[in-house]
């Protein structure tokens, strides 16, 4: 059978027996071990220790002043590219790019703070005896330049090129998210929100989780700098000009193996010394852990030829990273993960990009490695064998039940991924104003946008949590599912079960939305009429307080009830609904002069009288009477 990873999949060539050792001083021969890092290993631990120290001092301040730097953060410069808005994080990006142009791809190494999470996750796994080993792929080595396009460039292009293409091809914005405009340029190298543009605490966490420890142990020492990383993109195209690299005095190299044995940026340093005389890939991240471990002294960090001018002959050709995979696995991977990513990309509106990729290429590993499993008959991960001799171990059992998890955590994702950009879909078509369908005397909403409506409701019903009739495996907090299903079903004519999402809403809320307080009123209103409205309004202001649509509906309302009085005749009746206004708007000099005024033209009474003396106190006091302050509702009248 082919050996899927092996003869299949890895080109066809001949499984090599591992037990024996390659003679001494031939390419690619390790001495036993690794070596613990040098002084440039310790040097470069304190450079991205003081780095976390400087975003530790970032954060305090905006903590203690409300106001700092804008995040210096690569990510932000795609709010530059976009929308114009020049950060702190995009001039440090230019120069960080510049700087590698010059010194080579150092800041990935001594200045990142994601090398830095990785080389801990990598310390504290060899702590326990794991030294993750590197994966090799071309095709998924091209995810951060493609990345980096999708973050940094698309935006503008499709600025540029769609108002062009749209008017040779009608409907073709439609696939893709609006275009905007460009703003120009603004300064917003100061901010309020330090937090805004970061993911929440809670996404945070596991993030640092998947991206450090999974795809390290999975992809290698620096796995999410070769597979995941948009930035190392534009840092790979820099390296390749400067002079600066990784040379070798061949004079006095052995061949011992070191040198690749000990990188953690998933170099060929040993054979690309042996054809260049330096290192030419732009991978090389300059952490100088190869120049602390060779034994002769034969590599440093100097002058050079830029890789670009590397010579490209037959010899050079052969140093091109290896490939774990034949061209039918890369297709076949490559495939996995644009499924993986597309799955995850924006699920519950929560998971980010970078984490999307990373837990894209988890499970595309994972994948990978499960079908080798069940595949061949030796198998290992990291040192640890999970299948001998056609038997599987407990670790090759439990990595099929974590595969298995994973895709079933994997399709659940996309469908949700894919609901959700249905429903927004169908809601951009169903979109009406709501005045239209909760006031009176508004035009039928058209038999389009209902059907619209109706598909809409089902999509996001689909993204409710299993346990109530959906697909979704949980509902992190922020979607607003239920008041978007409020929405759509008010549209749709459905109004009863508008009014039970909008109301499981607000119950789940302790600062409800102003719009959902005024529709949710105004649907009250429909449905029941003037009265259900009051003891609605009385009881959530004992709830919520004086919030803006509160005192709209109840102002509203009392007007209504006042027009409807005086059209009756009953002036006394009109004054205590617009009486019953004074605890919700105020100290108003109009409303108490409208008051006056239907006073004057009601009967004289005992009721009458007492009205206008609470109305005089209520002047005299400026507002703080408390007989005025307690006027029973328009409920009770």
């Not at 994948?367 to 670790?395: E, F, N």
Request: charged share 20%; glycine share 10%.
């Amino acid at each position: 059978m082919a050996r899927f990873g092996m003869m299949d999949f890895s080109r066809g060539r001949k499984v090599v027996n591992k037990s024996v050792r390659p003679k001494p001083g031939c390419e690619g021969f390790r001495r036993s071990g690794t070596r613990a890092p040098g002084r440039s290993g310790r040097r470069r631990a304190w450079a991205l220790g003081f780095v976390h120290v400087l975003i530790a001092g970032h954060l305090i301040h905006w903590w203690l002043t409300g106001r700092t730097l804008s995040p210096i953060e690569p990510s932000e410069s795609m709010y530059t590219l976009e929308n114009g808005q020049v950060n702190a994080g995009f001039i440090f990006f230019v120069v960080a790019i510049l700087s590698t142009a010059i010194l080579g791809r150092w800041f990935c190494g001594w200045a990142c703070h994601m090398v830095a999470l990785q080389d801990l996750c990598g310390w504290l796994m060899k702590k326990v005896g794991i030294t993750p080993r590197p994966f090799r792929s071309r095709l998924l080595s091209l995810i951060p330049f493609v990345l980096a396009f999708y973050m940094f460039l698309w935006p503008s292009i499709k600025r540029e090129t769609f108002p062009f293409l749209e008017s040779m091809i009608p409907g073709l914005t439609n696939w893709f998210s609006p275009v905007k405009a460009w703003p120009g340029f603004s300064n917003h190298l100061f901010v309020d929100n330090f937090w805004a543009t970061f993911p929440s605490v809670i996404v945070s966490i596991p993030f640092f989780f998947v991206c450090g420890f999974v795809v390290v142990y999975l992809l290698g020492a620096k796995g999410f700098c070769t597979y995941g990383c948009p930035y190392g993109a534009f840092f790979n195209v820099a390296d390749r000009v400067s002079p600066m690299r990784i040379v070798a005095d061949m004079s006095k190299c052995e061949s011992c193996g070191l040198c690749t044995a000990n990188c953690t940026s998933n170099v060929q340093i040993s054979r690309e010394i042996k054809v260049h005389s330096q290192v030419v890939d732009a991978g090389c991240m300059k952490c100088l852990d190869c120049v602390d471990v060779c034994p002769n002294g034969v590599l440093s960090f100097g002058l050079g030829k830029p890789g670009l001018l590397a010579k490209k002959s037959p010899e050079a050709q052969k140093v091109a990273r290896k490939s774990h995979l034949s061209w039918t696995g890369e297709i076949l991977i490559a495939g996995a993960f644009i499924l993986g990513w597309f799955s995850w990309r924006g699920v519950y509106e929560q998971i980010p990009l970078l984490m999307a990729t990373g837990i894209a290429l988890s499970v595309t590993f994972l994948c990978w490695k499960s079908a080798q499993l069940l595949l061949d008959s030796d198998v290992s991960l990291q040192q640890r064998p999970l299948r001998r001799g056609g038997v599987l171990t407990r670790g090759g059992l439990g990595l099929l039940v974590i595969t298995l998890a994973c895709v079933i955590l994997t399709i659940s994702a996309g469908k949700s991924r894919w609901d959700l950009q249905q429903s927004s879909h169908w809601m951009e078509k169903a979109a009406v104003n709501l005045d239209q369908v909760l006031l009176p005397g508004k035009p039928p909403v058209p038999q389009e946008t209902v059907v619209a409506a109706q598909n809409a409701v089902g999509f996001l019903q689909s993204q409710l949590s299993i346990n109530r009739g959906g697909w979704a495996l949980f509902e992190p907090e922020g979607t607003r599912l239920e008041e978007r299903l409020g929405y759509m079903s008010a549209v749709s004519g459905d109004l009863p079960a508008a009014r039970l999402w909008w109301s499981s809403t607000l119950d789940e809320s302790s600062v409800p939305s102003h719009d959902l307080l005024l529709r949710l009123g105004q649907l009250i209103e429909k449905q029941e009429g003037p009265r259900s409205l009051s003891e609605w309004l009385e009881t959530s202001r004992d709830r919520w307080g004086l919030q803006p649509p509160l005192v709209t509906l109840r102002g509203l309302l009392g007007q209504k009830q006042a027009t409807a009085s005086v059209q009756s005749g009953n002036y006394f009746a009109a004054a205590r609904h617009l009486e019953a206004l004074i605890p919700w708007i105020g100290f108003n000099q109009g409303l108490l002069g409208d008051i006056d005024r239907l006073l004057d033209s009601a009967p004289d009474s005992e009721e009458v009288f007492e009205m206008r003396r609470r109305i005089s106190e209520f002047r005299a006091t400026g507002g703080d009477s408390p007989a005025v302050n307690s006027v029973p509702g328009v409920r009770q009248n």
